[in-house]
């Protein structure tokens, strides 16, 4: 476990450094060429990441946050006050005074990984509830499917409404 959260803080750690280095060099070559170019791929890119971010983070609450998943909608709602405090401190003034070239494309970075990382957790966290009056056949069903040996029986399963509201799909 301990290996595993070192091997997130060192990914973390590279793309910070890399997100870094992409907005020196698009600051560079705007100050040499005073090119908006450079300016257009640098704010679209930030901008893309954030969209990205909150892309995945509108499809984790749709698919994974449903009722009876209160355990992925905490950590996706967390994800999204961590996404918030690292963008408002990648504009602090205090920060931007101790490193003037640090912005929001770094946090732009935190964000879309932070929210990759937690959508693929609640992704594999796989929940089956099933609704309706007929529980028996409706899990007979369920057991059947999960054992990968689908057996069409005789009997109607229109009734038997399954939701997989945890489920990755």
């Known amino acids: 476990m301990a290996g595993s959260v070192l091997f997130i803080l060192y990914g973390l750690i590279l793309l910070i450094d890399?997100?870094?280095?992409?907005?020196?060099?698009?600051?560079?070559?705007?100050?040499?060429?005073?090119?908006?170019?450079?300016?257009?791929?640098?704010?679209?890119?930030?901008?893309?990441m954030y969209a990205g971010a909150l892309a995945m983070i509108i499809v984790s609450y749709i698919f994974f946050a449903?009722?009876?998943?209160?355990?992925?909608?905490?950590?996706?709602s967390l994800?999204?006050?961590?996404a918030?405090?690292?963008?408002?401190?990648?504009?602090?003034?205090?920060i931007q005074e101790y490193?003037?070239?640090?912005?929001?494309?770094?946090?732009a970075m935190v964000c879309i990984y932070a929210t990759y990382l937690t959508l693929?957790?609640?992704?594999?966290?796989?929940?089956?509830?099933?609704?309706r009056s007929n529980i028996r056949t409706c899990q007979?069903?369920?057991?059947s499917f999960e054992q990968g040996s689908w057996i069409e029986n005789s009997y109607d399963h229109s009734w038997c409404d399954v939701h997989f509201p945890c489920h990755c799909i």
């Open 140 to 143: 007979r069903t369920m057991q």
């Open 18 to 48: 890399a997100a870094h280095s992409w907005a020196e060099t698009c600051l560079e070559k705007y100050e040499a060429t005073e090119s908006r170019t450079w300016e257009v791929i640098l704010v679209g890119s930030t901008f893309g």
């Open 79 to 82: 994800n999204l006050v961590f």
């Open 66 to 76: 449903r009722s009876g998943c209160g355990l992925n909608q905490t950590f996706i």
């Open 84 to 94: 918030i405090i690292v963008t408002g401190m990648a504009i602090h003034p205090t």
């Open 120 to 131: 693929s957790a609640v992704c594999n966290g796989i929940t089956l509830f099933v609704m």
């Open 99 to 107: 490193n003037s070239r640090s912005g929001l494309a770094q946090s």
